[in-house]
């Protein structure tokens, strides 16, 4: 036993400036060799097709990066095993839920002209109590003139 070698995870020690500046550098290669590239080329291959066949506006690196992202996840999503598209014609309704369904419509008209109705009617009782209140000041006023004239012509006499 020994004579096995154990096998683990290797463990990379980062030490110092050095250490941080190599990582930093690898993390920033990696991201542009999976990402700015990629943008990049489809940047470029955007533009030349737009510019040279169809008639269609340029992109920039930020729309390119997004173009790459949708690529990359539609790509992703199609390997995926757990992934499936089926085009299936869907299935007609049975004469029991065509039946169903038409009663529901009949019932929602029904629904919807009571509502008007009831809708219909409450603006009539408030109209009908605002003329009721406009008349009721009106005949006041009327009233108000009356005895005003009246007044007027005890004085005169």
């Given at each position: 036993m020994s004579g096995m070698k154990r096998k683990g995870p290797k463990v990379i020690q980062i030490n110092g400036f050095r250490g941080l500046f190599f990582t930093a550098f690898i993390a920033i290669c990696l991201f542009a060799g999976f990402v700015i590239f990629p943008a990049k080329v489809a940047v470029y291959g955007w533009n030349y097709v737009a510019h040279n066949y169809i008639a269609l506006p340029e992109i920039s690196l930020w729309q390119g990066l997004l173009l790459w992202a949708m690529i990359a996840l539609s790509v992703y999503l199609i390997n995926n095993k757990n992934f499936a598209?089926?085009?299936q014609q869907p299935m007609e309704l049975s004469d029991d839920e065509m039946k169903f369904l038409?009663?529901?419509?009949?019932?929602?008209?029904?629904?919807?002209?009571?509502?008007?109705?009831?809708?219909?009617?409450?603006?009539?009782?408030i109209l009908d109590k605002e003329l009721n209140k406009d008349f009721q000041e009106e005949k006041k006023e009327l009233e108000d003139s009356k005895i005003e004239q009246d007044n007027e012509n005890k004085i005169q006499k």
């Amino acid at each position: 036993m020994s004579g096995m070698k154990r096998k683990g995870p290797k463990v990379i020690q980062i030490n110092g400036f050095r250490g941080l500046f190599f990582t930093a550098f690898i993390a920033i290669c990696l991201f542009a060799g999976f990402v700015i590239f990629p943008a990049k080329v489809a940047v470029y291959g955007w533009n030349y097709v737009a510019h040279n066949y169809i008639a269609l506006p340029e992109i920039s690196l930020w729309q390119g990066l997004l173009l790459w992202a949708m690529i990359a996840l539609s790509v992703y999503l199609i390997n995926n095993k757990n992934f499936a598209i089926s085009f299936q014609q869907p299935m007609e309704l049975s004469d029991d839920e065509m039946k169903f369904l038409m009663e529901r419509i009949q019932m929602q008209k029904h629904a919807q002209r009571l509502n008007s109705m009831i809708l219909k009617a409450n603006d009539i009782k408030i109209l009908d109590k605002e003329l009721n209140k406009d008349f009721q000041e009106e005949k006041k006023e009327l009233e108000d003139s009356k005895i005003e004239q009246d007044n007027e012509n005890k004085i005169q006499k």
